[in-house]
């Protein structure tokens, strides 16, 4: 018997054998997504991720202040001499809490409620001064500290309000508009989508807000996630790789995870013109049947998440598992 997404059975329950080892915030996703356990068994697991493991490491990393690292985009102290010895940093505020939200951390943790709070009294833009959740200039940043206080449970009207009239004729975002761009590009899009996403989630969603996020997933979709409209070549060879974790940066199998969250919580099926993407993340599955850490961005970081570049990778191979089943489930329905 060989299983949907490409996998035998046997071989299937050994690679979730392997996800289940690791640390919380995977686990109970693993638990949700792939296993199949219920809900009052991922929640138990997700309520841990605040005390145990990765989350809890970097939830304890904050600062009486409630800044990660002395500043909200770069730490406190980081020069451009810095920043071209080592590149961009990922351990102040904004990486912080977006890898928080991303381990799943309960929202509702009295911790990370006081974070919140903290950094809206004390954090400030390198760029201009303004408050953390007013946001800067930048697309990127702003649709990360978006889905970041909307997650931990704040309303930001005025950052949701500015990020739709930033949305590009074509459907998509670029952080480049300040500066006269006009059209979107991938990696500001799916921060952005993502921050879209996250508001419905909350409740916050509004027609505009899901009609804003449906056009910017239309432009990744009529460009097969990955390729150049005018013509059909890969917008960027990197695109193709797989990664984790994300930052800013855009890759198929970020997209994908993307389309299929959008699509349990709309009650659509996995549109047809994301198939080549379906295909490459099947030939990129190892014989073992786990995924490769493909790269390690550059840059300071307050802990690695895999065992480097070129290794399996649990939170790639979560990523693409579940990918992979609502693909297929899709196909059989």
């Known amino acids: 018997m060989t299983a949907p997404h490409g996998g035998s059975p046997d071989r299937d329950q050994r690679v979730i054998d392997w996800l289940l080892a690791g640390d919380p915030a995977l686990r109970w996703q693993v638990l949700r997504d792939l296993h199949g ?4 068994e991922w929640r138990a697991e997700r309520a841990r991720v605040a ?12 600062g009486a202040d409630g800044q990660w690292a002395g500043g909200s985009f770069v730490p406190e102290g980081f020069t451009p001499v810095d920043w071209k010895a080592e590149g961009q940093p990922w351990t102040a505020t ?8 991303e381990f799943g951390l309960e929202p509702s943790t009295p911790r990370i409620q006081e974070i919140v709070e903290l950094v809206g009294r004390n954090s400030r833009w390198d760029h201009e001064g303004q408050p953390f959740w007013d946001g800067e200039v930048d697309t990127c940043i702003n649709a990360r500290t978006l889905a ?44 952005v989508l993502e921050a879209l996403l996250e508001l419905e989630r909350s409740g916050q969603g509004t027609p505009e807000t899901r009609r804003a996020r449906h056009d910017g997933e239309e432009y990744l979709l009529e460009r097969g996630l990955f390729r150049r409209r005018s013509t059909g070549e890969p917008a960027d060879p990197g695109y193709l790789e797989l990664r984790y974790p994300w930052r800013w940066r855009y890759d198929v ?21 994301i198939a080549p993407v379906i295909e490459h993340l099947r030939n990129r599955r190892q014989e073992d049947g786990r995924w490769l850490l493909n790269e390690e961005l550059r840059g300071r970081v307050w802990f690695t998440l895999d065992d480097g570049a070129g290794l399996p990778s649990r939170w790639v191979t ?5 990918v992979l089943r609502w693909w297929d489930a899709g196909q059989r329905a």
């Open 37 to 40: 356990a219920p809900e009052a």
């Open 51 to 62: 005390t145990e493991g990765s989350g809890a490491r970097l939830l304890a990393l904050a």
């Open 94 to 101: 904004t990486y912080s809490l977006t890898q928080l939200r």
């Open 148 to 191: 970041d206080g909307v997650y931990f449970g704040l309303r930001l009207p005025a950052l949701t309000a500015w990020m739709l009239a930033e949305q590009q004729p074509d459907g998509g975002w670029n952080c480049e508009r300040e500066n006269g761009s006009v059209r979107s590009s991938f990696d500001t899009t799916i921060n």
């Open 253 to 273: 199998l970020r997209a994908a995870d993307h389309l299929r969250a959008a699509s349990l919580l709309d009650g659509t099926a996995p549109d047809p013109r």
């Open 318 to 322: 979560l990523r693409a598992l579940r």
